[in-house]
């Protein structure tokens, strides 16, 4: 009896993570459909978004799995509009998952608000780091079909004239900023995780 109780709150905590996963899922891919410039800062075809957020919750509510499950759904349901056959859309999975997935990890080893923001700054700083490489071996290549690089570089120098190539662009502009946007995320995340968080493990009202 004991047994069967134990696998019938498994399955319901399963049903549940799943669920909950599935809903953040959602609001991640509402999230990267509401991307917006930062003009001034970085080139306009360059846009930031909040879409880390709910992948970087379900991280610290219910695990890694659930955090990288999140980017994966948020990415599958963009490639129904990708303007880059698919390419954006992987390069936004790896760095989600460079991103989340220390997190989880850090924090899954021991629950304390301290291994939570030490995993998360570990998150963001490999996040992006290995944007760089992404945007330059997996990203721009598809990019040039559409724009030539001369352009890409023009529009990098419009803002700072020292920029002579691609990987001047990226480590002075896309790994700053795609730190920032994670460090957005871990902000944000800090600031309403005590609320959402019984809500997403079904242990509040």
Same mark, same amino acid.
């Given at each position: ?91 936004? @999975?790896?760095? *989600?998952? +460079?991103? %989340?997935?220390?997190?989880? =990890? /850090? #924090? $899954? ?69 795609? @730190?920032?946007? *994670?460090? +957005?995320? %871990?902000?944000?995340?800090? =600031? /309403? #995780? $005590? ?11």
């Amino acid at each position: 009896m004991t047994g069967e109780m134990t696998t019938m709150k498994t399955e319901k905590v399963n049903i549940r993570t799943i669920a909950v996963t599935g809903m953040l899922g959602a609001l991640a891919t509402i999230l990267m459909f509401l991307e917006f410039p930062i003009p001034m800062l970085i080139p306009p075809f360059i846009k930031f978004d909040f879409s880390e957020l709910p992948a970087l919750l379900a991280a610290y509510a219910m695990g890694p799995v659930s955090g990288i499950a999140v980017c994966f759904i948020k990415n599958v349901i963009n490639l129904l509009h990708s303007q880059t056959g698919g390419v954006g859309e992987l390069s936004n @999975f790896i760095l *989600g998952v +460079c991103f %989340v997935l220390p997190a989880g =990890l /850090i #924090y $899954k080893k021991k629950k304390t608000q301290k291994n939570a923001l030490i995993g998360a700054f570990v998150g963001a700083v490999l996040m992006a780091v290995v944007s760089v490489f992404s945007n330059y071996f997996i990203v721009y290549p598809v990019y040039t079909n559409f724009m030539p690089m001369s352009a890409i570089l023009s529009a990098y120098q419009a803002i700072n004239s020292n920029v002579s190539n691609l990987w001047d662009a990226l480590i002075w502009f896309n790994m700053p900023f795609t @730190f920032v946007k *994670g460090l +957005c995320s %871990v902000v944000i995340t800090f =600031l /309403i #995780y $005590k609320r959402v968080s019984p809500i997403l493990k079904g242990t509040g009202r």
